[in-house]
């Protein structure tokens, strides 16, 4: 183990290096002082085992952000105060995680002696559960293929609430995809719409296909309300399609190296002219058709043989 003062003089690159030999989970994202933390022994001993176990216990009794906001300052994690509940509460997981380790491996280091001479054998890692919501309201599209687009969505409390009220009624949730391909969008002026039926809530994906490449789509999750009229509830991004065929940009982009410089110009194949042929000409000379003979039959199509030879076929 290091001390906090010498690991504080390395650098970012060098710790994250000796997290990844220790296989310390999630080094790839922690910042400077978090990689200090879980490698010095003084990490170790903020927080032991006793305390983590009740760590683990507030976690599973779905607490508060105030309290979370209160165990990452014991643990010493580093986070923004508009850090939200979920992804808090994933931090200090994965640093339980670390600590369990440490300190079963620190323990082993006292009852052994030196821990250098002997072989650690790490235990199963505990991979924390991820949350089934993140109690936002958020309707994501993603193009997939020119003729596939996928699209996930989460809800609010306040989301679900409604779309309870609407079971209740019978009523299901519509997902609605809307072809705004080179129109500004109003909610009636849409190429084509198609109209998915997605249930009571539970069904937070789907891929869908549209049928026109290079287009831009738009999408909404809503009800009908009593009079048959659409409400939106939550409405996507914006997704366009790639083309399926090749680019019809006659340009090339150039970059010089040496100066960083960038340019673009036509492409050679547009500037060369080609040379004009007659129709129905060939490569033949005429006095060659005349001692050449086409035939129907045989395995090739030309039957090229000239007359007198020993052995032709007239």
Do not use: C
């Amino acid at each position: 183990m290091w001390s906090v003062e010498n690991l504080s003089r390395k650098k970012v690159s060098e710790l994250k290096r000796l997290a990844k030999n220790k296989d310390i989970r999630g080094y790839y994202k922690m910042r400077k002082k978090e990689l200090v933390q879980a490698l010095s022994t003084e990490f170790i001993n903020e927080v032991d085992p006793t305390s983590m176990e009740k760590i683990r216990l507030l976690l599973n009794s779905n607490p508060r952000i105030f309290e979370l906001r209160r165990i990452a300052k014991k643990m010493g994690i580093t986070f923004k105060r508009n850090m939200k509940k979920d992804e808090l509460m994933e931090r200090i997981n994965r640093s339980l995680v670390r600590h369990e380790k440490n300190v079963q491996h620190s323990n082993s280091s006292q009852t052994t002696g030196s821990s250098s001479d002997q072989k650690i054998e790490p235990g199963p890692p505990m991979i924390p559960d991820l949350p089934k919501s993140y109690n936002t309201d958020k309707l994501v599209g993603l193009p997939v293929n020119p003729s596939w687009v996928h699209f996930y969505w989460d809800y609010s409390d306040q989301t679900l609430e409604l779309i309870k009220r609407l079971e209740k009624r019978g009523q299901s949730l519509l997902l609605r995809i809307y072809d705004i391909t080179f129109i500004d969008f109003d909610g009636t002026n849409a190429h084509q719409v198609w109209e998915y039926d997605i249930g009571n809530g539970n069904t937070k994906k789907y891929y869908a296909n549209v049928n026109s490449p290079n287009a831009t789509y738009i999408s909404e999750i809503g009800y009908l309300n009593d009079d048959g009229e659409f409400i939106t509830i939550l409405r996507s991004n914006s997704v366009h399609t790639p083309p399926n065929a090749f680019s019809q940009k006659k340009e090339e982009r150039w970059l010089d190296l040496s100066s960083g410089y960038r340019f673009s110009e036509p492409a050679k194949g547009i500037l060369a002219k080609p040379v004009l042929k007659g129709v129905g000409k060939s490569s033949f000379f005429p006095h060659e058709f005349k001692e050449r003979r086409i035939t129907s039959g045989g395995g090739s199509f030309f039957s090229m043989m000239r007359k007198g030879n020993s052995g032709g076929v007239e």
